[in-house]
């Protein structure tokens, strides 16, 4: 169970992007486990235990979490896996993200950086379709939050190295929510330019593009009036 293919760098490197994105891991002492665990949607969560399989060489299979997010109307899905390998070489990642960038890079480094973009889209991304009253078409914008700024700007450097796209930050400031908890800053990476929106949905195939967005995004990539924007003219 703890055979980890390391040869196979783009289904290892959409692996970890998602799991910095949304995974966490947990020792066991009582029984030497090393826990492996991510949760999201369930295509997310397939997808990522299909490349899972291929890495460990053993079938992995996502599950239905029956939990607190029942009662919030969520439906939630995780992958657990108790593997040695992969606990170590994501604690040793999340500590020195240089060790991720290098093992992306021993083979096929564009590829494997797409699919670490892929794997952290899939777990922390979102394609938001903004509707206004002032705008015609509704616009597009990719969103990729996270409260960790070294994983982020890692993401952003790789976009603009591979695929020329020019990502913005935006920051939310800490705070402390209505249920008392105490919230991080959290940063926005966010893609606007519709030129850089159609080369990413080109070249990451995300789970985020859900089936009821595509017509929206369809209708404004290939809008070429220029004129988005209702103008308001006031006597």
């Known amino acids: 169970m703890n055979k980890l293919l390391m040869e196979n760098t783009t289904e290892l490197s959409y692996i970890l992007g998602a799991l910095l994105g949304d995974g966490c891991i947990y020792h066991w002492k009582k029984n030497n486990s090393y826990l492996v665990h991510i949760l999201g949607e369930d295509e997310f969560t397939q997808k990522y235990a299909q490349k899972l399989s291929i890495c460990i060489d053993k079938k992995i299979n996502n599950h239905f979490y029956k939990s607190k997010y029942l009662k919030l109307g969520c439906k939630v899905w995780f992958v657990s896996i108790n593997h040695e390998k992969l606990f170590f070489l994501f604690k040793s990642i999340r500590e020195d993200l240089t060790i991720v960038l290098n093992l992306m890079k021993k083979d096929r480094f564009r590829e494997n950086a797409l699919q670490f973009i892929e794997g952290f889209f ?3 991304g979102c394609v938001k379709i903004i509707k206004e009253p002032v705008r015609i078409i509704p ?3 990719l969103d ?3 409260t960790n700024f070294e994983v982020l700007e890692l993401i952003r450097k790789l976009l603009l190295e591979h695929l ?3 990502a913005r930050y935006s920051i939310q400031k800490a705070y402390t929510s209505k249920d008392g908890h105490p919230r991080k800053t959290s940063y926005h990476l966010r893609i606007y330019r519709k030129e850089y ?7 990451i195939n995300t789970t985020k593009l859900k089936l009821e967005k595509i017509n929206y995004i369809k209708n404004w990539l290939n809008n070429k009036d220029k004129k988005e924007i209702i103008t308001l003219y006031h006597s």
């Open 122 to 124: 899939d777990a922390e």
């Open 139 to 141: 616009k597009i914008c």
């Open 164 to 166: 020329g796209i020019e």
């Open 197 to 203: 929106i159609r080369k990413f949905l080109d070249n």
């Open 144 to 146: 990729i939050c996270c």
